[in-house]
């Protein structure tokens, strides 16, 4: 079980540039999230998909876009990178059922510097 | 959604207990009380949650005080492996969406 995986692990951009960020789950959770974190600050939410089929948009949402590929995968795309996106990037994986909520788990981070 | 308060930083010695306070005085009774913690240079991790009633499992225990206005996260035994940022969040227990909004957390520091 690989649980929550990254790719890249780190990646430099030049202002402009575009890329996307893959993640990928073993777990058949249904939601998952992207989250970004800054030096020194708590994640702040991107974006989210409570299930396959359905995106939402978080707290900071501008600037990014994001497919949910199929159950296992959810990618992260920058469409034209600028400098305040430098961050590192996680991507989460959550089980739901019902009504209840459960854990998420994260996968190792993405290191993103825009120059 | 209702706010936490926690210390910026913690000290704590290496197989003593610690206990990590977390404030919420506007909690309504459909929050949970979640901790995860983020080891430097990882992504967080789930450590513990609570409604009401004390819980214990492997990593630790939460207290959560009667009025439920706050909670303290404990540590039995501190290892050098806990050194973390601690982050108490609330989450509503019919949160379809299940979004963690992380606030600054608590830096624990643990000393040999």
């Known amino acids: 079980n690989a649980g929550v995986t990254q790719t890249p692990k780190f990646q430099v951009l030049k202002t402009g540039q575009s890329m996307t960020l893959q993640c990928a789950q073993d777990?058949?959770?249904?939601?998952m999230y992207w989250y970004r974190q800054d030096p020194g600050m708590g994640l702040r939410l991107i974006y989210y998909?409570?299930?396959?089929?359905?995106?939402d948009k978080g707290e900071v949402p501008n600037g990014y876009n994001v497919s949910r590929l199929n159950k296992r995968e959810f990618s992260l795309r920058l469409e034209s990178a600028a400098p305040s996106q430098t961050s590192v990037y996680f991507c989460?994986?959550?089980?739901?059922?019902?009504?209840?909520?459960?854990?998420?788990?994260f996968g190792p981070g993405t290191r993103l510097t825009v120059t | 959604d209702a706010k936490t308060t926690q210390p910026n930083s913690m000290e704590s010695n290496e197989e003593e207990p610690v206990h990590l306070p977390c404030n919420h005085s506007?909690?309504?009774?459909?929050?949970?009380i979640h901790w995860y913690r983020q080891l430097p240079s990882q992504g967080p991790e789930y450590v513990i949650h609570?409604?009401?009633s004390n819980v214990n499992n492997r990593m630790a225990s939460l207290a959560i005080a009667e009025d439920r206005k706050s909670s303290t996260l404990i540590l039995h035994r501190a290892t050098l492996r806990d050194a973390a940022v601690y982050y108490c969040i609330l989450i509503k227990y019919y949160n379809q969406g299940g979004k963690l909004i992380f606030g600054q957390g608590t830096e624990l520091s643990v000393k040999p």
């Open positions: 998909s409570a299930s396959e089929g359905t995106t």
């Open positions: 989460a994986s959550r089980h739901r059922n019902g009504t209840r909520t459960y854990e998420q788990y």
């Open positions: 609570g409604l009401t």
């Open positions: 506007t909690i309504s009774g459909t929050d949970y």
């Open positions: 777990m058949n959770h249904n939601s």
